[in-house]
């Protein structure tokens, strides 16, 4: 489908020239109209309030994580953007995330795509937080009081 491919038969398959061939079934059209509402929205919203929204966010975080014995943050304050990524003393990043997702609070785990930094810092992996124009402090708090706990039940 999609022009990918010119002709089909038992015998063999010729297709199409580049970059048709790449063109493999239909478009994501829900997909294409999707981001252009999102682009929308974040026009509306405008970029340096979600920046700035997304910046004391992970200011309270970095505050509140900050305060877990054992937590440990990893990277430069200075250049943290809407992410942050952290280790716990003697709890594995994905027993993090599992224990943190029965509470109903989303964390990433793994290398994320950084597996020579992880060596750099001599750790298997990491859990990772990430925030967005719709993420309050109260969800900060909640996962913050999450890690607490895991920290006393790894301890």
Same mark, same amino acid.
């Given at each position: ?22 063109? $493999?079934? %239909?478009?994501?059209? *829900?997909?294409?109209?999707?981001? =252009?509402?999102? +682009? /929308?929205?974040? #026009? ?40 942050? $990524?952290? %280790?716990?003393?003697? *709890?594995?990043?994905?027993?993090? =995330?599992?224990? +943190? /997702?029965?509470? #109903? ?46 920290? *006393?039940?790894?301890?």
């Amino acid at each position: 489908g999609g022009d990918m491919i010119e002709r089909v038969s038992f015998e063999g398959t010729s297709f199409n020239e580049i970059p048709f061939r790449f063109e $493999a079934g %239909t478009p994501d059209i *829900a997909g294409i109209v999707a981001l =252009g509402e999102a +682009l /929308d929205y974040l #026009g509306e919203l405008g970029l340096e309030r979600v920046e700035r929204h997304e910046a004391a966010l992970i200011g309270h975080a970095q505050r509140a994580l900050a305060q877990i014995p054992g937590l440990r943050i990893l990277g430069d304050p200075r250049e943290r953007r809407g992410a942050l $990524a952290f %280790t716990l003393e003697g *709890a594995h990043p994905q027993d993090i =995330g599992m224990l +943190l /997702d029965l509470e #109903g609070i989303a964390v990433r785990t793994g290398h994320h795509c950084a597996m020579p930094l992880h060596a750099r810092f001599g750790l298997s992996a990491s859990a990772r937080m990430s925030v967005g124009v719709y993420n309050t402090e109260a969800e900060i708090d909640a996962l913050a009081a999450g890690l607490r706990r895991i920290a *006393a039940m790894f301890q």
